[in-house]
């Protein structure tokens, strides 16, 4: 009994690092430790090096709002995704680690005519490929969600919404640990604080990367740094179709529960959950002009607290208890890059824009499957980065423009 | 925030512009379909000093060029580009939600 009240680690503190691995992973938050995780579990490839350049999970896997869901608007999204969301609900059991994922219930608001017509294409997307998603009416979302604001006297009448019931919100820094925890228990080592400065080519094929702390030859090198892609991948030779913005996100102090599914609103910008400890979690969107410097701006925090008392008026009297911000790397058609680059042996995950962490899951065992067999998996064919090149693109706009 | 002084208004809130994207350079007169592709989506997107379009779409409707350091967004300087002997640099379409780029 009194060994649950005793600090253990949950990994091992870093060792030195070795001169060289099977696999060296560039950038330790939920897509690296993932693909870590199940190249050891899935495929036996346990000399695998995770490389961080800060802490564990301090980049957008600490950042984002923890909101997981699967109705995506093309088929190719939405079946990639579903595979992800039903990974994500045996992950707990997987990982022996309690993530806290709550599958509440999640509403795409729409305020016209035009969004109702998307939601239904994206019902019934949904629906085809057996995801549970239908268009609910405003009766029915007084049922769902008895909180919500539903007039008479709105600036945007809620005509209807697109109704997930899988949608559902986890615990995102226990998703980090736990990934990082069962990668450590396989063999892979995990070194926060390295720095990728270089990445070495022979014949068009990546073999080293050069480290804040030496030189580490590799078979394969994997990047999965988010709103550093560019760089990254810059460094290999690997152009990308990114820019790199930054999406903010503030919680409110907590309070009783009071609200259980999420709400989304494009129209309105803004996206509004309760996490377990009671705070309101609301997000927007990304800032138009493409930044690295990560710090926060008024007008957000102005126009999200204005949108968000339009849907709950209750919250009038809550204070913001504090704002963030991540950098996010979007892709001009809104899915993500994954796969092969023109770089033998660098693989990268990019091109998550707002919506990467609901992907961890699916990324890692797609990737590692990538790295062990050196065959791309049908279900992320769609998105390598020679879709660019071939202008085939795969445009979820529809779904993936309002960030979560 | 930041300041972005229009070359026409000076000095103004960053929300009064749209951004337009970093300065591109125009592809080959016949391009091929992978010169065109690298023109149209792939971008250097520095973490350092860029060349970008802005567009003073609440004030006087001007486009102009700025240099920004995207690590700071210290904006170094604003002009109004100078046309380039033969062709314009068009301005590029930015990848943002509300300018669908496909």
Known sequence: MKDIFRVSRMWRPRGELKKRYDVVVIGG?????????????NHGVKDVAVLEKSYIGSGASGRNTTIIRSNYRTPEGAAFYSRSVKLYEQLSADLDFNLMFSQ????TLAHSERAMVTMQERAEVNQLLGIDSRVVYPEEIARLCPQINLGPRQTWPIQGALYHAPGGIIRHDAVVWGLARGADRAGVEIHPYTEVTGIERTSGRATAVETNRGRVEADVVVSAVAGWSTLVCGLAGVRLPITTHILQAFVTEPVKPFLDVIIVSAQMHVYVSQTDRGEFLIGAEIEPYTTYKSIGTFPFLEYSARHTLELFPQLERLRVLRTWTGLCDLSPDYSPILGRTEVENFHVSAGWGTYGFKAAPIVGTTLAKLVATGETPDLIAPFALERFHTDELVSELAAAAVSH | MFLLACPHCGPRSVDEFKYQGEVTRRPPERPTLRELTDYVY????????????????????????AERDTRTNEVLRTEIPEPSRGRTPAPVEAAVPDTPAV
Do not use: I, M, P
């Open chain 2, 42 to 65: 792939f971008r250097d997107n520095v973490a350092g000093v860029q060349r970008e379009w802005w567009y003073h779409g609440t004030g006087c409707g001007l486009w102009f060029v």
């Open chain 1, 104 to 107: 509440h219930g999640h509403l």
């Open chain 1, 29 to 41: 938050g939920s897509h690296g430790l993932a693909t870590a995780y199940y190249l050891a579990k």
